[in-house]
């Protein structure tokens, strides 16, 4: 997935990025996240962000 917009995060598990950051998605839509919540990796960190950040 693309990021679309920064994202600084604020809890311990979510992933920050960069507009324009490739991140590998990891989970889609499974529990205990959200349709709106992702799970992916990035640099070697894994973590969760808003799906609407990202194509």
């Known amino acids: 997935a693309t990021a679309l ?3 600084e995060g604020a809890q311990a598990e ?4 960069s507009t324009g950051d490739i991140i590998t998605l990891t989970e889609i839509g499974s529990s205990p ?3 709106d ?3 992916g990796e990035l640099h070697g960190r894994s973590g969760i962000f808003p799906a609407s950040y990202v194509q």
Do not use: G
């Open 5 to 7: 917009y920064d994202f």
């Open 37 to 39: 919540w992702l799970r």
């Open 33 to 35: 996240l959200s349709d």
């Open 14 to 17: 979510d992933l920050p990025f």
